[in-house]
């Protein structure tokens, strides 16, 4: 996997992890975290990516909450049933190349278990992360 694929996939779990990494003893063990559709990774991997671009790929990371949101779903709903929560940030990212900063909205959405962390499901736009590193599309 190249560089730049590996920072830009790790973003996501940068910025989720910006709330969350402090207090590690609120991630379950059995946390999966997703990005996509048949994308999903384990809570020691996630941690593992997040410790190896924080030391080689950023500078820093400035997350800035916005708005965050709770509800329970209910079993027949339409939705996972469960205790989750949903939490706007606004990430500014700087590299350790010189390249960006880099701006960009980020939802993470959380689904929670007897206090713990059990998923987490993270939505940001990759292509305006890949137009503010320079990257043309066509």
């Not at 049933?81 to 940030?89: C, D, F, K, L």
């Not at 909205?105 to 939505?123: D, L, P, Q």
Request: with cysteine.
């Amino acid at each position: 996997m190249s560089a730049c694929k590996v920072g830009i996939r790790a973003l996501l779990l940068l910025c989720a992890f910006a709330v969350v990494a402090p207090a590690m003893a609120a991630l379950s063990s059995d946390l999966i975290t997703k990005a996509s559709v048949g994308d999903s990774v384990s809570k020691k991997d996630a941690l593992e990516n997040w410790k190896y671009n924080m030391t080689n790929f950023y500078e820093s990371i400035k997350y800035t909450r916005y708005h965050n949101i709770a509800v329970t779903v209910k079993e027949g709903e339409e939705a996972e049933p469960g205790e989750w929560v949903s939490n706007w940030a606004y990430c500014t990212i700087k590299y350790k190349d010189g390249r960006g900063p880099v701006y960009i909205w980020v939802n993470a959405v959380y689904k929670i278990e007897n206090g713990k962390i059990v998923k987490s499901i993270t939505f940001y736009n990759e292509a305006d992360v890949l137009r503010q590193l320079g990257y043309h599309f066509q």
